[in-house]
Nanobody, 130 residues
């Protein structure tokens, strides 16, 4: 069973940068599509970025040009580089994995609370102050 552990969250001022990491373990011969999601206080979860098996990346419109998703297969780690952070980026950030593409989830807006994916991390908090 795949397990995900995020790290790298923290508090920054607007315009600053953070890099989130998500270590993946428990993967056998299965291949997983990976993505980052976030949930702001009082709001529903939304998709942020995804990366396909071939490395193709996709982004939500709200973070396009500011965030970069990447993965290091040798380290079994997924990253989210966040630049030019804004107060509205404040949220709990989660990485997720599934055996189907996560890209469609980036364009549908709020995600149903009962959405089930193969794995979710526990989340890492990002706070951006103005």
């Amino acid at each position: 069973q795949v397990q995900l552990v995020e790290s790298g969250g923290g508090s920054v001022q607007a315009g600053g940068s953070l890099r989130l990491s998500c270590v993946v373990s428990g993967v056998t011969n299965r291949r997983y599509y990976m993505g980052w999601f976030r949930q702001a206080p009082g709001k529903e979860r939304e998709g942020v970025a995804s990366i396909d098996l071939d490395g193709t990346t996709s982004y939500a419109e709200s973070v396009e040009g500011r965030f970069t998703i990447s993965k290091d297969n040798a380290k079994s780690t997924l990253y989210l580089q966040m630049d030019s952070l804004r107060p509205e980026d404040t949220a709990m950030y989660y990485c997720a994995a599934d055996q189907i593409p996560l890209r469609p989830l980036l364009a549908i807006g709020p995600i149903r609370p009962d959405l089930r994916l193969d794995a979710w991390g526990q989340g890492t908090l990002v706070t951006v102050s103005s």
